[in-house]
């Protein structure tokens, strides 16, 4: 069963930096894609960046965070990261790590809990 647990967030001002982790485990099948998405209240999930882990290709960001935010990975230690700089109060939001594998059998679309990133004026 996979399971994926964030760390990281915070509060933090305008213009500051923060870097969220999330620890991936029970990976037997391992996933297509990996990500971080955001929700704030009253608002569907957004999809901030992703990176594949089959097959090799360029990370996706959404267009509000690029030149921001850097996707990365070390599968050594099944961690994913997201490195946030120059933080904006609408970057505001929990943000969530999410696992997911496209295939016939042994498919799963996994979020973690959640963790709140709050950016001040």
């Known amino acids: 069963q996979v399971q994926l647990v964030e760390s990281g967030g915070g509060l933090v001002q305008a213009g500051g930096s923060l870097r969220l982790s999330c620890v991936a485990s029970?990976?037997?099948?391992?996933?297509?894609?990996m990500g971080w998405y955001r929700q704030t209240p009253g608002n569907q999930r957004e999809l901030v960046a992703e990176?594949?882990?089959?097959?090799?290709?360029?990370?996706y960001y959404v267009d509000s965070v690029k030149g921001r935010f850097t996707i990365s990975r070390d599968s050594a230690k099944n961690t994913l990261y997201l490195q946030m700089n120059s933080l904006k109060p609408e970057d505001t939001a929990v943000y969530y790590c999410?696992?997911?594998?496209?295939?016939?059998?042994?498919?799963?679309?996994?979020y973690g809990q959640g963790t709140q990133v709050t950016v001040s004026s």
């Open positions: 999410n696992a997911r594998r496209i295939a016939a059998i042994n498919d799963y679309n996994v």
């Open positions: 029970g990976l037997t099948f391992s996933p297509t894609f």
């Open positions: 990176v594949s882990i089959s097959v090799p290709g360029p990370e």
